[in-house]
Nanobody
């Protein structure tokens, strides 16, 4: 079993920045493919970004490319999402996820709220 705990959400103005963290426990972190998803009110959960076990390969949704950066520190069993140039449409609950490549994500955090005001 893997436990994921997100932190770093909050209220920020348009154009501002936030850094989300996801601390993992319960399994060797460098064997986990990690990702971020988000869910806005009234919308389905959507993919934001993912990072390979080693941290070498990353992927982003088109809506966040060039603004968000995913990273991980395997020594600290922690993943990050640096979010810059935030827009009101980035407002959502952000979820940390863990899984295996080609098997999908099957461990989820409780989520952290990000609100971007105009």
């Amino acid at each position: 079993q893997v436990r994921l705990v997100e932190s770093g959400g909050g209220l920020v103005q348009t154009g501002g920045s936030l850094r989300l963290s996801c601390a993992a426990s319960g399994r060797t972190f460098n064997t986990l493919h990690m990702g971020w998803f988000r869910q806005a009110p009234g919308k389905e959960r959507e993919f934001v970004s993912s990072i390979s076990c080693s941290g070498i390969s990353t992927d982003y949704a088109d809506s966040v490319k060039g603004r968000f950066t995913i990273s991980r520190d395997n020594a600290k069993s922690t993943m990050y999402l640096q979010m810059n140039s935030l827009k009101p449409e980035d407002t959502a609950v952000y979820y940390c996820a863990a899984g295996q490549p080609s098997h999908g994500f099957f461990y989820w955090g409780q989520g952290t709220q990000v609100t971007v005001s105009t």
